[in-house]
């Protein structure tokens, strides 16, 4: 039997989407209401692997998972990117002007600002899933309240869509990690991506000689996301995402680093997953 993979929401969310796209239609999952609930999966074996909502072309970083994974020592051993098309859905047979509360996500909320700017007589609540409030829609029989999930959810739980694609950038995605715990982490065959976590002396220059390195090794840096490091005020951890062609440059670069930075840590090597 198939090990289970830990998401956040339930079937029908976009986590079980990447789920299902990553390790195939029949991937036994198990449903988590928060990606604290994630980590938690993994840390008890209740699962093998996670998936992890990191970043939306739209509504930007979702920070709080960077310290998920951070503090909880897990690894990255893969990505995966999927186009977001968000849809307003309810129970068969309503109009827009029938829905008072629309209830979803707070990032996919968030992703259709535009949409719901037009439409003011909605009144937006956050929840913990959109699959999951799709869910209770039709469970509970309820009038009046919209979803905003994926056309999956609406197909699973029988809802009606009244407008597709709301999100307000057409071209919307998120990128996916898919996580392990650092006691089962896999060496990836054909890796060509590297996650890294590092904290700088508070000096001059310190950034610019990181990324001077980078470029002398023909690193090519995709992202870099500062943090604050919570108990010392004004001072921050830095998350980079690299590609590179040669492993044993790589660890030259990390040897390098290792003596530029107070710290550093190698949260994942794994492949690209855009290509």
Request: net charge negative; proline share 3%; aromatic share 6%.
């Amino acid at each position: 039997m198939q090990e289970k993979i830990a998401i956040q929401g339930i079937k029908g969310s976009f986590h079980h989407q990447v789920a299902r796209e990553y390790f195939g239609k029949e991937v036994p999952v198990d449903e988590c209401q928060s990606f604290k609930e994630v980590v938690d999966s993994l840390l008890t074996n209740r699962s093998v692997s996670a998936v992890m909502a990191i970043e939306n072309s739209t509504a930007g970083t979702i920070l709080p998972n960077y310290a998920l994974i951070d503090d909880n020592n897990l690894q990255i051993k893969g990505e995966h990117y999927i186009p977001i098309f968000m849809n307003l859905m309810v129970l068969p047979g309503q109009k827009i002007t029938d829905i008072k509360k629309v209830c979803s996500h707070p990032m996919a909320l968030l992703q259709c600002q535009s949409f719901f700017k037009d439409h003011p007589h909605m009144e937006l609540i956050e929840d913990t899933d959109t699959a999951e409030v799709a869910k209770r829609i039709r469970e509970q029989n309820l009038t009046g309240v919209a979803a905003v999930a994926s056309k999956a959810a609406a197909n699973i739980y029988d809802l009606q869509i009244l407008k597709e694609g709301i999100q307000t950038m057409k071209s919307n995605s998120t990128r996916f990690l898919v996580l392990s715990s650092k006691n089962a982490a896999p060496v990836v065959t054909g890796a060509n991506k590297a996650s890294l976590k590092f904290v700088l002396e508070n000096k001059r220059g310190s950034l610019v000689s990181v990324l001077n390195i980078l470029r002398d090794f023909d690193l090519d840096m995709t992202k870099i996301q500062s943090v604050p490091v919570i108990d010392v005020p004004w001072k921050y951890a830095f998350f980079i995402d690299v590609l590179f062609q040669d492993e044993e440059e790589l660890q030259k670069v990390l040897n390098i680093l290792s003596e530029l930075t107070e710290e550093l840590k190698v949260l994942g090597i794994y492949k690209n997953g855009l290509l």
